[in-house]
């Protein structure tokens, strides 16, 4: 080839990329050479080799191709000089680039070349491990399939021959086998359902077989002829072709699983059969073991034939007497050889499954059968309790020697759901059982129908407690019975308004100038010395009560509230000997105890307050009573307490009868108002069946309305009888008054209404109104306690009643001297317009009326 001309600024740019170009351009496409190093990327057959080989060549070329580079750039200029003017130089290059064409032709041709031909060899290759990989799936498949066939062959034969132990290592094995089986996921989908099938087929008969084996190995069954039950064991079980020790069975159910289904099922005849029958019957009954020979154990729960010998309190020696027969004999508990109580890991186990299972019903069945009746009652009971509370502690110590509760760990409080935390509470639950038995007597003196009533004498109040308003009293104590409350009860049903002939009231005897404290022996009726600090608060509400000699007033209580208050002091003295919270429990028993009080009585008695204004009146009585009471009692038992100085001032904040107070005096007020009311109400229909005074100088209507003023005169004097011994003088006096006022008030607008009042029915009306005057007789007449201080219109009925039969003169001359005050001008006018007529006379009167009362305008002028 000639030489052809090389600029010498050109042929290196031009040279050298000619000689770095790796990958030259070659017959075959782009698409063939991509296909080949895909397979090559893909092949798996001995691909890094293949990859080695062909990348020495490639790295071959390369440096020969960068050696000429080199001493080319070395001499470039003569190299320039010498390729330009030398043709053999240039023919020798030429050679080299077509040998090295040559040979990249014969690495990378899509036929011929090296590249292709490996690439190929390779596919061919990975269709061989493929095959080969098909093939080894196909034979672990086998094998993992003949693997589970061997196990359900396997897990047959140890059935049939009793090794229950192996058959249920089978099944667990055979379980592990399914969780990693060597199949694909297509392939698994279709046969793993069958697989999972015939295994739980195959745990099915086994957990049949092992119920078999441990029903007939654990029999529960009552006593022939006798009380009592028994819990019969058998260590091996003959099967039709082995024998089944009961140790093996428990290992053949922790294996498989089913364990705890057992377990629960002996917890429940345990509780049925042994525990709970033992806890009811703990006074004579007894457990004890009887063992047969090396294979059958009996335990026996039943009557003890020396009953005099049981300790009552030691009821949890048999309770252990029977965990024990449960972890030697069914757990496994038990030396082989030596044949005695051991402590082994496998039993311990059971024992601690078997123990969460029966725990909870442990606890709940001895607290209820046993713990809360001796939970003492009295504060000197606690002493021998700790007795109690110290075999609880032995028991639960032997309990987690074998396992059936979890060790404490140190510092660890007892856990809630304990025996030992439940002893460690004795005070709460001597609080909850005080105040379980406070409401549970109260309750019973609440129902009880019976009224009798005492006598209470006090000394007069120095402040003035207007009934309308609190009516609060102070109270001492004198008993004393009133049958006639009790006769009226009786007679509910019939008319309590009854007419009687009975106006033999006596109007004193209540005010005594003599003084006696309470009844010392009702206020505690324990004997035992230590509760002889219990008449603590007593004695302290004693001497606050006795002091100087004054003038006393008589009312009675029911007979329900001194028994009732006798608890609450007894209650809250034995708070005093307790600590700080164990103290203001039993204080809120008692705050529990007065709400019983407010929701029974007003409900329970209904009907019995409704219909009887004497217990209407007791019963107000009893709430004021009890009120007062809780003053002094709240002072005494806050000083009485005794807790720490630290905690002195915020326990002494919570402690308040303030509230229970004021609701006792607010429904004693609300029974007082509504009996008054009541009695309002019986007074205005007699009044109205009257029809009013019109007409009065008919015969009938006369008639008629002297039986209205007959009927409300026994009406009161039956009222004042009955309320006479309940109703402290002031009380009964001032709703006297009222009933009295209201009928006076209505008797006077009767009057007021006549338009015209003839002289024969100026007469009647006279004698009508004045059969009112011997309601007076209900009253001291010149005493303290007179008709005019407690009915303010007694004054204007009397001047009412003469108006009726004076002159117009005399009228006057009363009206001049001021004693007419009591009537408005208005009033005064109608009565003159209704007794006299029209003259001159009239209208003079009217005329003066009508300019004032001038005893009371000079008054005002006065003033």
Same mark, same amino acid.
């Given at each position: 080839?000639?030489?052809?001309?090389?600029?010498?600024?050109?042929?290196?740019?031009?040279?050298?990329?000619?000689?770095?170009?790796?990958?030259?351009?070659?017959?075959?496409?782009?698409?063939?050479?991509?296909?080949?190093?895909?397979?090559?990327?893909?092949?798996?057959?001995?691909?890094?080799?293949?990859?080695?080989?062909?990348?020495?060549?490639?790295?071959?070329?390369?440096?020969?191709?960068?050696?000429?580079?080199?001493?080319?750039?070395?001499?470039?200029?003569?190299?320039?000089?010498?390729?330009?003017?030398?043709?053999?130089?240039?023919?020798?290059?030429?050679?080299?680039?077509?040998?090295?064409?040559?040979?990249?032709?014969?690495?990378?041709?899509?036929?011929?070349?090296?590249?292709?031909?490996?690439?190929?060899?390779?596919?061919?290759?990975?269709?061989?491990?493929?095959?080969?990989?098909?093939?080894?799936?196909?034979?672990?498949?086998?094998?993992?399939?003949?693997?589970?066939?061997?196990?359900?062959?396997?897990?047959?034969?140890?059935?049939?021959?009793?090794?229950?132990?192996?058959?249920?290592?089978?099944?667990?094995?055979?379980?592990?086998?399914?969780?990693?089986?060597?199949?694909?996921?297509?392939?698994?989908?279709?046969?793993?359902?069958?697989?999972?099938?015939?295994?739980?087929?195959?745990?099915?008969?086994?957990?049949?077989?092992?119920?078999?084996?441990?029903?007939?190995?654990?029999?529960?069954?009552?006593?022939?002829?006798?009380?009592?039950?028994?819990?019969?064991?058998?260590?091996?079980?003959?099967?039709?072709?082995?024998?089944?020790?009961?140790?093996?069975?428990?290992?053949?159910?922790?294996?498989?699983?089913?364990?705890?289904?057992?377990?629960?099922?002996?917890?429940?005849?345990?509780?049925?059969?042994?525990?709970?029958?033992?806890?009811?019957?703990?006074?004579?009954?007894?457990?004890?073991?009887?063992?047969?020979?090396?294979?059958?154990?009996?335990?026996?729960?039943?009557?003890?034939?020396?009953?005099?010998?049981?300790?009552?309190?030691?009821?949890?020696?048999?309770?252990?007497?029977?965990?024990?027969?449960?972890?030697?004999?069914?757990?496994?508990?038990?030396?082989?050889?030596?044949?005695?109580?051991?402590?082994?890991?496998?039993?311990?186990?059971?024992?601690?499954?078997?123990?969460?299972?029966?725990?909870?019903?442990?606890?709940?069945?001895?607290?209820?059968?046993?713990?809360?009746?001796?939970?003492?009652?009295?504060?000197?009971?606690?002493?021998?309790?700790?007795?109690?509370?110290?075999?609880?502690?032995?028991?639960?110590?032997?309990?987690?020697?074998?396992?059936?509760?979890?060790?404490?760990?140190?510092?660890?409080?007892?856990?809630?759901?304990?025996?030992?935390?439940?002893?460690?509470?004795?005070?709460?639950?001597?609080?909850?059982?005080?105040?379980?038995?406070?409401?549970?007597?109260?309750?019973?003196?609440?129902?009880?129908?019976?009224?009798?009533?005492?006598?209470?004498?006090?000394?007069?109040?120095?402040?003035?407690?207007?009934?309308?308003?609190?009516?609060?009293?102070?109270?001492?104590?004198?008993?004393?019975?009133?049958?006639?409350?009790?006769?009226?009860?009786?007679?509910?049903?019939?008319?309590?308004?009854?007419?009687?002939?009975?106006?033999?009231?006596?109007?004193?005897?209540?005010?005594?100038?003599?003084?006696?404290?309470?009844?010392?022996?009702?206020?505690?009726?324990?004997?035992?010395?230590?509760?002889?600090?219990?008449?603590?608060?007593?004695?302290?509400?004693?001497?606050?009560?006795?002091?100087?000699?004054?003038?006393?007033?008589?009312?009675?209580?029911?007979?329900?509230?001194?028994?009732?208050?006798?608890?609450?002091?007894?209650?809250?003295?034995?708070?005093?000997?307790?600590?700080?919270?164990?103290?203001?429990?039993?204080?809120?028993?008692?705050?529990?105890?007065?709400?019983?009080?407010?929701?029974?009585?007003?409900?329970?008695?209904?009907?019995?307050?409704?219909?009887?204004?004497?217990?209407?009146?007791?019963?107000?009585?009893?709430?004021?009573?009890?009120?007062?009471?809780?003053?002094?009692? &709240?002072?005494?038992? *806050?000083?009485?307490?005794? @807790?720490?100085? #630290?905690?002195?001032?915020?326990? $002494? !904040?919570?402690? /308040?009868?303030?509230?229970?107070?004021?609701?006792?005096?607010?429904?004693?007020?609300?029974?007082?108002?509504?009996?008054?009311?009541?009695?309002?109400?019986?007074?205005?229909?007699?009044?109205?069946?009257?029809?009013?005074?019109?007409?009065?100088?008919?015969?009938?209507?006369?008639?008629?309305?002297?039986?209205?003023?007959?009927?409300?005169?026994?009406?009161?004097?039956?009222?004042?009888?009955?309320?006479?011994?309940?109703?402290?003088?002031?009380?009964?006096?001032?709703?006297?008054?009222?009933?009295?006022?209201?009928?006076?008030?209505?008797?006077?607008?009767?009057?007021?209404?006549?338009?015209?009042?003839?002289?024969?029915?100026?007469? &009647?009306?006279?004698? *009508?109104?004045?059969?009112? @005057?011997?309601? #007076?007789?209900?009253?001291?007449? $010149? !005493?303290?306690? /007179?008709?005019?201080?407690?009915?303010?219109?007694?004054?204007?009925?009397?001047?009412?009643?003469?108006?009726?039969?004076?002159?117009?003169?005399?009228?006057?001359?009363?009206?001049?001297?001021?004693?007419?005050?009591?009537?408005?001008?208005?009033?005064?006018?109608?009565?003159?317009?209704?007794?006299?007529?029209?003259?001159?006379?009239?209208?003079?009167?009217?005329?003066?009326?009508?300019?004032?009362?001038?005893?009371?305008?000079?008054?005002?002028?006065?003033?």
């Amino acid at each position: 080839m000639p030489p052809l001309p090389v600029s010498a600024v050109a042929l290196p740019g031009t040279f050298i990329s000619a000689i770095l170009e790796r990958n030259r351009e070659n017959d075959f496409t782009d698409s063939a050479k991509d296909k080949q190093n895909t397979l090559l990327a893909t092949s798996s057959a001995d691909k890094e080799t293949a990859f080695s080989c062909i990348q020495q060549i490639d790295l071959k070329i390369q440096s020969v191709k960068t050696e000429i580079l080199q001493i080319i750039l070395d001499r470039q200029d003569a190299f320039i000089k010498l390729y330009n003017n030398s043709i053999s130089l240039r023919d020798k290059i030429d050679t080299l680039f077509m040998e090295l064409d040559i040979v990249s032709r014969g690495v990378n041709h899509s036929e011929t070349g090296m590249k292709p031909k490996l690439v190929s060899a390779l596919q061919e290759n990975r269709m061989v491990m493929q095959e080969v990989k098909d093939t080894k799936s196909v034979v672990d498949a086998l094998e993992y399939l003949n693997e589970i066939q061997n196990c359900v062959k396997r897990f047959q034969e140890y059935l049939a021959q009793g090794r229950i132990e192996e058959a249920s290592g089978t099944i667990t094995y055979m379980d592990s086998l399914l969780e990693s089986p060597p199949i694909t996921t297509e392939r698994k989908i279709q046969i793993f359902d069958k697989l999972k099938s015939q295994l739980s087929i195959m745990k099915e008969s086994l957990d049949q077989t092992l119920d078999n084996l441990l029903t007939q190995s654990i029999s529960f069954k009552k006593v022939d002829d006798e009380e009592g039950f028994s819990l019969t064991v058998l260590s091996s079980i003959e099967g039709a072709n082995a024998t089944a020790l009961l140790t093996s069975v428990f290992i053949s159910l922790n294996e498989i699983d089913s364990i705890n289904m057992q377990l629960s099922r002996l917890k429940k005849n345990v509780m049925k059969y042994l525990i709970v029958p033992l806890l009811k019957h703990r006074e004579s009954w007894d457990a004890s073991i009887e063992v047969d020979d090396n294979i059958k154990a009996r335990l026996v729960i039943g009557p003890n034939s020396n009953v005099k010998n049981i300790n009552k309190d030691r009821v949890f020696t048999p309770l252990i007497t029977i965990f024990k027969f449960i972890y030697t004999f069914i757990f496994g508990g038990l030396d082989p050889s030596s044949k005695e109580f051991i402590i082994l890991p496998l039993a311990t186990q059971y024992a601690s499954t078997f123990g969460k299972f029966i725990s909870h019903d442990l606890r709940d069945v001895v607290i209820s059968e046993y713990l809360s009746h001796v939970i003492p009652t009295e504060t000197f009971e606690f002493k021998r309790f700790d007795e109690i509370a110290h075999d609880v502690r032995d028991f639960q110590a032997e309990m987690r020697k074998m396992g059936f509760m979890r060790q404490s760990r140190d510092a660890e409080e007892e856990e809630e759901r304990t025996l030992g935390a439940y002893v460690a509470k004795v005070d709460v639950h001597f609080t909850i059982k005080k105040r379980d038995k406070l409401l549970e007597l109260g309750r019973n003196i609440m129902l009880d129908g019976n009224f009798e009533s005492e006598i209470i004498e006090e000394q007069e109040p120095e402040l003035d407690y207007n009934e309308q308003d609190s009516l609060n009293d102070e109270q001492g104590v004198k008993s004393n019975n009133i049958s006639e409350i009790n006769k009226q009860k009786e007679v509910a049903e019939k008319d309590i308004f009854a007419i009687q002939n009975d106006n033999d009231i006596p109007n004193d005897g209540w005010e005594v100038d003599w003084n006696e404290g309470w009844d010392e022996g009702s206020w505690d009726e324990s004997d035992d010395p230590q509760n002889k600090s219990e008449s603590l608060i007593n004695k302290n509400i004693k001497s606050e009560q006795i002091t100087t000699k004054k003038k006393l007033v008589r009312y009675s209580i029911s007979n329900k509230v001194k028994p009732l208050i006798n608890l609450v002091i007894k209650t809250l003295n034995e708070a005093c000997n307790l600590n700080s919270k164990s103290g203001v429990r039993l204080y809120q028993a008692t705050l529990d105890f007065f709400d019983l009080y407010r929701a029974i009585m007003p409900v329970f008695h209904y009907n019995t307050f409704s219909n009887v204004p004497a217990l209407a009146m007791l019963f107000r009585n009893d709430c004021i009573w009890l009120a007062n009471q809780l003053l002094v009692v &709240q002072s005494q038992f *806050i000083n009485s307490l005794s @807790f720490d100085s #630290e905690q002195a001032d915020d326990i $002494k !904040g919570k402690i /308040s009868y303030n509230e229970t107070i004021e609701e006792l005096r607010e429904l004693g007020k609300e029974w007082y108002d509504n009996q008054i009311d009541k009695q309002k109400g019986v007074l205005k229909e007699i009044l109205d069946e009257m029809n009013g005074v019109q007409q009065i100088a008919d015969d009938d209507r006369f008639e008629a309305c002297q039986s209205a003023m007959n009927q409300i005169l026994y009406t009161m004097n039956h009222l004042s009888k009955i309320w006479k011994d309940v109703l402290c003088p002031t009380e009964y006096y001032t709703v006297l008054g009222e009933l009295i006022d209201s009928v006076l008030a209505c008797m006077t607008d009767y009057v007021e209404d006549l338009y015209d009042i003839s002289e024969v029915e100026s007469e &009647q009306l006279n004698l *009508i109104c004045k059969m009112l @005057f011997q309601l #007076e007789n209900l009253f001291n007449e $010149k !005493g303290v306690n /007179s008709i005019e201080k407690y009915t303010k219109n007694w004054t204007k009925f009397l001047q009412l009643t003469d108006i009726l039969e004076l002159s117009q003169a005399k009228i006057m001359s009363r009206f001049r001297n001021g004693e007419l005050v009591c009537f408005t001008t208005g009033e005064l006018e109608g009565l003159i317009c209704a007794l006299f007529a029209d003259t001159q006379i009239r209208e003079n009167t009217l005329s003066e009326i009508r300019e004032g009362h001038p005893h009371y305008a000079e008054k005002l002028n006065i003033l």
